[in-house]
């Protein structure tokens, strides 16, 4: 019996011993994975987002000057085909909206809405310059993605190529490339000088001029995540839902509404799991799986959940605040249930688990 | 039985007395320092610090702050326009949020789609009201920004000279100094023509300010420094269009509006040019650039109240580091310095039965909203109402260390020429004087302190 009772105690020792080491393990694991999901939500998502954004600016430019050269219905479809990529690499970037792109003015130079047709008409019927330094001192809602929107989709993609003026061409170059300078310095305030916000984010805790601690750059990814489904779900989805007012929808001339809400919810999800296309990094979801898997499961099944429901809305946005009333509301639904999860649980968790 | 009777009495009556003796108010070890807000404060500190609502609004209440919200951020154009109609024809910028960046602080250049500077005129002496006397053909305030086709009233163009300052123990910072020169205007300006810089302040906090008892303001009031201290403080009475009375100021930056509905329709009308039930007829009547549009009001009454629900109820972040050893050596520094004559770092709120989160809080605002002499340097030599060109209204402290995230750089003062808080103090002087020589003669150490105690509000 005193020899069945020692075997338990060794037996008993053994297994604290192994806990014990397997707990190391697991600490060491989670205190190198805290610096990768920086580093990898730096490079992986938001600057290789940033350097598709520059990219596809680049791509639409073109596009805009050979439809400019030569105004067929091909090279018209060519850019519409350009601006709808442009604006879905963008909206995806707003699931990280801090930073350069809010601090220095990126988001209103590029994306106000919504577009002013009384001035645009003025200054189109005018013999105003509209070089791209013009475009860069005109009001907000003249630049930017909505006025060439505008131009090359018209009312609800009714534009002809043959239909465009000399005056509405010249202005849609400088705009594009306008756009494409915007584009351009937004990817420079991430990877070079005197920003280089890429390496504030990365050096969290370790000499970032911005984040003194880790907890605090992600906390800012955190609040950026819970801020974009917020301006999708309570704002850019409910203002014209609650008005049964069509005129309040965005994006309304390539009717792109559904899928730029879609686009910024894959942006979040982007984020959370630290992935970018194919390119696959240690995301947020690896540090709360780590510690709470049925929190990780919770979150990338909410999101999900979130952005499968916009298929249900099967029309344009604007039809279907009308006539899909129950689906747009599905979606809301959804999106507020992942809100209050990363406000109520993944912001606790990481107040809790990273505190350097 | 007589002797029974006695003994229950006192022990009621004791009893009664340690009960209201309980409800008193607590020492100050009884309350969590970080709540700047009291109950309406909120635990965040990325850049979207100043922009949520305060805790435990119910349903209805929070769907009203959403649209304000949303109405917040949203851009104007010109008329007629489907959405969003009435854009100048002469503004300041183009929504709320422009100015206010972040529900924050803006950058300190004007005419510029991010500029958050504007500029008040006046020519000498006092309208009716005894208010600012508006220069004809300019008003009150200068619209440096036009629609398509319409000039702006004019352009101002902003330079910085450096200053050198020296602390006694050898270390030097550099000030700038702002000279602000008017050009293009529209039409000739007359020679005497008084010109004041506003930067945008941040806008989170203002329903508890707005709930501070008059009283309670007027009792921080020492016009005449009968105390001796250096310090005066005088309150503001200002004169509301809307209900036609003469008001305590409590909003501006020099204290020169009474209340959130005046100070958001005046920013609406002024900023904007959107004309709304407070202030219904445009900004440039009577002048060249008027519209002859017959839209007026163009923002809907709901809309301007929902906004005006909205800037009420936006919590205040809360404090960080407090237990840190350094922010509370800095926290007595602070004291010591009599900083807190007007900064006042503790007041409690009155009753709003309607949104518990402001009702009777004891909040760490840091500010008694009254006038103070500021010195020739900060002055702008632009009476508004009582306060004269050199008083302004102190600044609350509260998010003050959150600028730098929600503004990316940020700036102080109320034309924002201070890029630090250092700066900030530096340029204290007149009633501020003596706290700020005794800053200046402290050791760089305990310099270094008082910042980070600033900095943790």
Redesign the interface.
Same mark, same amino acid.
């Given at each position: 019996m005193k020899k069945i009772t020692l075997l338990a105690i060794t037996i008993a020792s053994i297994s604290l011993g192994a806990c014990n080491k397997n707990d190391d393990t697991v600490t060491d694991n989670f205190e190198t994975l805290k610096t990768e999901v920086l580093a990898d939500f730096t490079n992986v998502v938001a600057v290789k987002g940033y350097a598709d954004l520059d990219n596809a600016a680049s791509a639409l430019n073109t596009a805009i000057q050979n439809l400019n050269t030569n105004a067929t219905e091909a090279n018209l479809t060519e850019a519409k085909n350009a601006w709808k990529n442009m604006r879905s690499i963008w909206e995806k970037c707003e699931g990280y909206l801090?930073g350069?792109v809010?601090? =220095?003015?990126f988001d209103? =130079?590029m994306d106000?809405?919504?577009?002013?047709?009384?001035?645009m008409d003025?200054?189109l019927a005018?013999s105003n310059p509209l070089t791209v330094a013009d475009i860069q001192n005109i009001?907000?809602?003249l630049r930017g993605y909505h006025p060439i929107e505008y131009i090359i989709f018209g009312d609800h993609g009714s534009r002809t190529a043959a239909s465009i003026t000399a005056r509405q061409k010249a202005y849609m170059v400088s705009l594009s490339t306008d756009l494409k300078n915007t584009c351009h310095e937004l990817y420079l305030s991430w990877t070079a000088a005197p920003t280089n916000f890429a390496q504030q984010v990365i050096n969290a805790g370790n000499g970032s001029a911005?984040y003194a601690k880790k907890q605090?750059a992600y906390?800012?990814i955190v609040?950026?995540m819970?801020?974009i489904c917020d301006e999708v779900g309570?704002?850019k989805m409910?203002?014209p839902y609650?008005a049964m007012?069509p005129?309040?929808v965005e994006s309304p001339y390539s009717g792109n509404s559904v899928s730029d809400f879609r686009d910024n919810i894959i942006g979040l999800q982007n984020v959370y799991l630290g992935n970018l296309g194919t390119a696959n990094g240690k995301g947020i979801n690896d540090l709360v799986a780590a510690k709470n898997i049925s929190l990780d499961n919770k979150i990338q099944n909410q999101i999900s959940a979130a952005i499968n429901s916009f298929n249900n809305i099967t029309v344009f946005y604007e039809e279907a605040i009308i006539s899909q009333r129950i689906q747009c509301q599905q979606t809301m639904a959804a999106l507020a249930t992942l809100k209050t999860t990363l406000e109520d649980e993944l912001k606790p968790f990481i107040i809790q688990n990273i505190q350097d | 039985m007589k002797k029974l009777y006695v003994i229950s009495l006192i022990v009621s009556v004791v009893l009664l007395f340690t009960m209201c003796n309980k409800a008193g108010i607590f020492n100050e070890s009884g309350y969590d320092e970080r709540l700047s807000g009291g109950m309406a404060t909120v635990f965040d500190e990325t850049s979207k610090s100043f922009g949520h609502e305060i805790p435990f609004l119910n349903e209805r209440d929070l769907a009203v702050h959403e649209i304000g919200d949303a109405a917040f951020e949203q851009t104007f154009v010109s008329a007629p326009a489907p959405v969003n109609s009435g854009l100048g024809p002469i503004f300041n910028n183009v929504s709320c949020i422009s100015c206010h960046h972040n529900d924050g602080k803006g950058t300190p250049t004007a005419g510029f789609v991010n500029s958050s500077l504007l500029f008040r005129l006046s020519i000498p002496g006092t309208d009716a009201n005894g208010g600012p006397l508006p220069i004809p053909g300019f008003g009150g305030q200068l619209q440096d920004v036009a629609i398509f086709g319409k000039q702006p009233e004019a352009n101002v163009n902003i330079s910085y000279n450096n200053i050198n300052v020296t602390y006694p123990d050898g270390e030097i910072v550099t000030l700038r100094k702002p000279t602000y020169t008017v050009t293009n205007a529209y039409q000739s300006l007359p020679s005497n023509y008084l010109i004041s810089p506003r930067l945008a302040p941040p806008v989170f906090g203002l329903g508890l300010l707005q709930n501070i008892p008059e009283a309670t303001i007027l009792s921080f009031a020492d016009e005449f420094d009968t105390n001796g201290d250096g310090i005066s403080g005088k309150p503001n009475y200002v004169f509301n269009s809307y209900t036609h009375q003469m008001e305590l100021g409590r909003f501006g930056l020099k204290a020169n509006v009474p209340n959130l509905l005046m100070q958001v329709a005046g920013a609406y009308h002024q900023d904007m040019g959107i004309t709304n039930y407070v202030f219904p007829v445009e900004s440039s009547y009577g002048q060249s650039q008027s519209d002859a549009l017959n839209d007026d009001p163009e923002l809907a009454d709901s809309l301007l109240n929902h906004v005006v629900f909205y800037i009420k109820t936006l919590a205040v972040p809360a404090r960080r580091n407090t237990t840190d050893a350094d922010v509370q050596a800095g926290k007595q520094l602070f004291t010591q310095l009599n900083c807190s004559g007007c900064h006042k770092p503790v007041i409690q709120t009155g009753i709003d039965l309607n949104i518990s989160a402001i009702n009777n809080q004891r909040i760490q605002p840091f500010t008694d909203l009254l006038l103070h002499d500021m010195g020739d340097d900060l002055a702008d030599n632009r009476p508004d109402f009582l306060a004269t060109g050199k008083e302004w209204r102190t600044a609350p402290l509260w998010g003050i260390g959150l600028f730098a995230k929600t503004n990316g750089t940020p700036f102080y003062l109320h034309d924002g020429r201070a890029r630090t808080i250092e700066e900030a103090i530096l340029w204290h002087a007149g009633e501020a004087q003596q706290s700020k020589q005794k800053f200046m003669q402290l050791s760089k150490t305990n310099r270094l302190k008082l910042l980070k105690f600033i900095q943790s509000l």
């Open positions: 801090f350069p809010e601090d =220095n003015d209103p =130079n106000t809405w919504p577009t002013d047709y009384v001035q003025s200054l005018s009001t907000l809602s911005v605090e906390l800012a609040e950026a819970i801020g309570e704002g409910k203002e609650v007012d005129a309040i | -």
